[in-house]
C-alpha cells in the first residue's frame, strides 16, 4: 500500500511537471528562433535594404508578434465574457512613456482599424525610427502595467524579457524603408512563424572524422578478393563550408563597421548634448551669481534707506 502511495504521489508530481516544462520550452524556443532571425535581418542588411518583401522581416515581425501575445490576457466584457486582446493594446499603455513616441500617431491612421493592424503599424515605425528596444525596455519596466494584461508564465515577466530587450538593440544599426498602406498590416489573419530557414544541420568536423574511421575500418574488413571499384572513398570536406566561413567572417567585420559607425555617430550626439548642457550650466552659474549681486546691493539701498528715515524720526 505504501509503495502504491508513493508511486501515485510519483504520478501527480511529473503530471504537474509536464506543463511547466512545455511552458518553458516554449519560452525558450521562442526566444532562441527571436535571436537567429535578428542575426538573419543585420546579415541581410549588409547586402540590401531591408523592406516589406523580405522574408527575413517578415519572420521577425511574426516572432516578435508572438513573443508580445504570449499568454496575453483577454478582456472581460460587461456580460462576464472573455474577448482576445491585441499587444497593442498593452503597448499602447505601457509605452507612453517614451519620449516622442508615435502611439498617437497610430492611433490617428485612417487606413489601420484593426488593434492587430496597429500593433503591426507600431513594430515598424518603430523600427524606423530605431527606437524599437526603447520602446520594450520601457514597457517592461512597468512591470505593474505588464501584470495586469499578462498572465503567469508569460515571456515578458521571466527572465527571457531581459535578453529580449538586449538583442534588439542591434537593430538600431539597420536602416528599415516600410510602406503603412501596404498588405503587411492586414490584421485578418495571425501570424505564422517559418522556423525552416533556422533548422540547417551542419556536420561537426569531429562527426566528419569518425564518418571516415568508420569508412575505414568498413573497407579494410572486406574481402581480399575486393576490387577498386567497391572500396568507398574517404569523406572530403566540402569547400563550401570554408567558403561560408569565410562569408560569414566578412558579413560580421561589416556589420561590425555598421555598429561601429552608429556607436560613434551615437557618442557624437551625446558629447554635443554634453557640451550644451554645460554651456546651459555656466549660463545658469552667471545669471544666479548676478541675481545675487543684485539681491546684495538691493540689500544694502534698503538698508541705507531705513537708516535715513531713522535719522529723520
Known amino acids: 500500500m505504501a509503495s502504491l502511495g508513493l508511486g501515485g504521489l510519483g504520478a501527480s508530481a511529473r503530471r504537474k511537471s509536464v506543463p511547466s516544462r512545455n511552458a518553458a520550452v516554449e519560452r525558450r524556443n521562442l ?12 546579415d541581410r542588411s549588409c547586402f540590401e535594404t531591408i523592406d516589406d518583401s523580405s522574408p527575413e522581416f517578415n ?3 511574426a516572432i516578435l508578434e508572438q513573443i508580445l501575445s504570449h499568454r496575453l490576457k483577454g478582456q472581460i466584457t460587461w456580460f462576464g465574457y472573455e474577448s482576445t486582446r491585441s499587444f497593442w493594446d498593452y503597448i499602447r499603455v505601457a509605452c507612453r512613456k ?20 496597429k500593433g503591426r503599424a507600431w513594430i515598424r515605425v518603430a523600427l524606423m525610427e530605431k527606437h524599437l528596444s526603447e ?16 498572465e503567469d508564465g508569460a515571456i515578458v515577466l521571466g527572465e527571457e524579457a531581459n535578453m529580449l530587450a538586449g538583442m534588439l538593440l542591434g537593430l538600431n544599426a539597420i ?23 533556422y533548422l540547417k544541420f551542419i556536420q561537426s ?9 568508420e569508412l575505414r ?14 572500396i568507398v572513398p574517404p569523406v572530403i570536406v566540402d569547400e563550401n563550408i570554408w567558403y561560408n566561413k569565410c562569408k560569414r567572417v566578412e558579413q560580421k567585420y561589416r556589420l561590425a563597421l555598421e555598429q561601429k ?20 550650466n555656466k549660463l545658469l552659474l552667471q545669471r544666479i551669481e548676478d541675481m545675487d549681486l543684485a539681491h546684495k546691493m538691493e540689500k544694502e539701498q534698503l538698508e541705507y534707506i531705513i537708516m535715513e528715515l531713522q535719522d529723520q524720526l
Do not use: W
Open 59 to 61: 519572420n521577425f515581425a
Open 217 to 230: 575500418t568498413v573497407g579494410s574488413s572486406g574481402s581480399e578478393g575486393s576490387t577498386p571499384e567497391n
Open 261 to 280: 559607425g552608429y556607436l560613434e555617430e551615437l557618442v557624437r550626439l551625446r558629447e554635443n548634448q554634453l557640451s550644451e548642457s554645460v554651456s546651459q
Open 205 to 213: 568536423s569531429d562527426s566528419i572524422s569518425s564518418d571516415e574511421e
Open 98 to 117: 517614451v519620449s516622442h513616441n508615435c502611439i498617437c500617431s497610430i492611433e490617428n491612421m485612417e487606413n489601420v482599424g484593426s488593434s492587430r493592424a
Open 31 to 42: 526566444i532562441t528562433v527571436c535571436r537567429f532571425s535578428v542575426k538573419t535581418l543585420i
Open 175 to 197: 536602416d528599415f524603408s516600410f510602406c503603412l498602406k501596404g498588405k503587411g498590416l492586414d490584421g485578418t489573419f495571425p501570424a505564422v512563424i517559418d522556423y525552416t530557414p
Open 135 to 150: 520602446y520594450i525596455s520601457t514597457a517592461l519596466r512597468d512591470f505593474k502595467t505588464t501584470r495586469r494584461f499578462y
